[in-house]
């Protein structure tokens, strides 16, 4: 009926619609019934036409009472939407509820009510201040006075004397050939390599040096570049690395620290070498044909090897002489300086080593 189709989310079916569906219907049967008529008997014939005419006068009695039915239907159109909305708000009713139960059971099954500030409120209404407030509130906020200069130099005097002590108790190796103690710090410097300074945290002999600052002397005198031969982000790379060197407790500290910025130093003075031999490579004597230079081999930190006087004739050869400079660097001690090995080689002349 009209619920049902209103139910099921349909519209009203025009009753346009039924009509015409009914007659063409009736029309239909009427066809079918003609066509068998024929073929049956007399008696079969008159209750097949008994039977068609008292089935399509009740269908045509419902459409008649459907008819005048509709003449009324906008009173049953409102009683039919009021039914539904009353429907839809029971629904939401019930859906509601049922989200309200699930809340107080899953969510709010450990709430509670807060504690209230009644110690806060009493200091507050009593005495018009609130003092429990965390120390850490005023540390934050309250900056903390500063020191006089009479306490400054006090203090730097002091951390001085500790510095002192703690280097007649160090060992330092023979390399530092330049210790300045200024105000608060000892400068160790060795020289054409590095500079650093050192500070203590306070009088404990057992913590660590603390590294404040590491200066590369090397240089590049034939290098017109204003900008500095260690990159920013290798000096920090090496304090922090010099830093944790101090840190080791199984080894001296400041010798720690010497070694490993001396075979820095020493890697960086022979990269500076090589780029010096790249420039060299092309330059020739004069108007001849000779090289001056040639890069043979380079290994980053370890050796370089170039060719030099390519061409010349060299005593008592028949073919032209080659000389041959290695320079390598050796492994340094705690107490002994690196050497820089040049082995010098001659074909068909002699055959050398010079140390620098």
């Given at each position: 009926?009209?619920?049902?189709?209103?139910?099921?989310?349909?519209?009203?079916?025009?009753?346009?619609?039924?009509?015409?569906?009914?007659?063409?219907?009736?029309?239909?049967?009427?066809?079918?019934?003609?066509?068998?008529?024929?073929?049956?008997?007399?008696?079969?014939?008159?209750?097949?036409?008994?039977?068609?005419?008292?089935?399509?006068?009740?269908?045509?009695?419902?459409?008649?009472?459907?008819?005048?039915?509709?003449?009324?239907?906008?009173?049953?159109?409102?009683?039919?939407?009021?039914?539904?909305?009353?429907?839809?708000?029971?629904?939401?009713?019930?859906?509601?509820?049922?989200?309200?139960?699930?809340?107080?059971?899953?969510?709010?099954?450990?709430?509670?009510?807060?504690?209230?500030?009644?110690?806060?409120?009493?200091?507050?209404?009593?005495?018009?201040?609130?003092?429990?407030?965390?120390?850490?509130?005023?540390?934050?906020?309250?900056?903390?006075?500063?020191?006089?200069?009479?306490?400054?130099?006090?203090?730097?005097?002091?951390?001085?004397?500790?510095?002192?002590?703690?280097?007649?108790?160090?060992?330092?190796?023979?390399?530092?050939?330049?210790?300045?103690?200024?105000?608060?710090?000892?400068?160790?410097t060795v020289p054409h390599e590095f500079t650093v300074r050192l500070t203590v945290p306070n009088d404990d002999f057992k913590n660590p040096w603390r590294l404040l600052s590491f200066d590369v002397l090397v240089q590049n005198p034939k290098d017109d570049d204003p900008r500095p031969v260690v990159h920013l982000q290798q000096k920090t790379y090496l304090t922090e690395l010099l830093q944790s060197r101090l840190f080791d407790p199984d080894q001296e500290p400041l010798e720690n620290l010497c070694v490993v910025a001396h075979q820095f130093c020493l890697s960086l003075q022979l990269e500076i070498?090589?780029?010096?031999?790249?420039?060299?490579?092309?330059?020739?004597?004069?108007?001849?044909?000779?090289?001056?230079?040639?890069?043979?081999?380079?290994?980053?930190?370890?050796?370089?090897?170039?060719?030099?006087?390519?061409?010349?004739?060299?005593?008592?050869?028949?073919?032209?002489?080659?000389?041959?400079?290695?320079?390598?660097?050796?492994?340094?001690?705690?107490?002994?300086?690196?050497?820089?090995?040049?082995?010098?080689?001659?074909?068909?002349?002699?055959?050398?080593?010079?140390?620098?």
């Amino acid at each position: 009926g009209l619920v049902y189709a209103m139910e099921e989310g349909q519209n009203v079916v025009p009753l346009t619609l039924l009509i015409d569906y009914l007659v063409q219907k009736t029309y239909h049967d009427l066809i079918v019934l003609s066509e068998l008529l024929p073929r049956k008997s007399d008696a079969e014939r008159k209750t097949s036409i008994y039977q068609f005419s008292n089935r399509t006068q009740l269908q045509f009695i419902r459409l008649l009472a459907l008819v005048k039915w509709a003449c009324k239907a906008s009173r049953v159109d409102k009683c039919t939407e009021i039914i539904m909305f009353l429907d839809k708000q029971a629904a939401l009713f019930v859906e509601t509820a049922d989200s309200l139960f699930t809340i107080s059971k899953e969510r709010l099954s450990n709430a509670s009510f807060p504690v209230f500030g009644l110690q806060s409120a009493v200091d507050v209404l009593v005495t018009g201040t609130y003092s429990r407030l965390p120390l850490c509130i005023k540390d934050k906020i309250i900056l903390s006075p500063t020191l006089s200069d009479k306490e400054k130099t006090d203090t730097l005097n002091k951390l001085t004397s500790l510095i002192e002590q703690r280097l007649v108790l160090s060992k330092i190796p023979i390399k530092y050939k330049n210790i300045e103690i200024e105000q608060g710090f000892v400068k160790l410097t060795v020289p054409h390599e590095f500079t650093v300074r050192l500070t203590v945290p306070n009088d404990d002999f057992k913590n660590p040096w603390r590294l404040l600052s590491f200066d590369v002397l090397v240089q590049n005198p034939k290098d017109d570049d204003p900008r500095p031969v260690v990159h920013l982000q290798q000096k920090t790379y090496l304090t922090e690395l010099l830093q944790s060197r101090l840190f080791d407790p199984d080894q001296e500290p400041l010798e720690n620290l010497c070694v490993v910025a001396h075979q820095f130093c020493l890697s960086l003075q022979l990269e500076i070498l090589y780029q010096q031999a790249l420039k060299m490579k092309n330059v020739t004597w004069n108007t001849s044909r000779i090289k001056i230079l040639q890069v043979v081999d380079y290994i980053e930190g370890d050796r370089l090897t170039v060719r030099y006087w390519s061409g010349v004739m060299a005593v008592g050869s028949t073919p032209p002489g080659i000389a041959i400079l290695v320079i390598y660097l050796r492994e340094a001690t705690l107490w002994t300086p690196s050497r820089s090995t040049i082995d010098l080689t001659f074909p068909g002349y002699r055959e050398g080593t010079l140390s620098n």
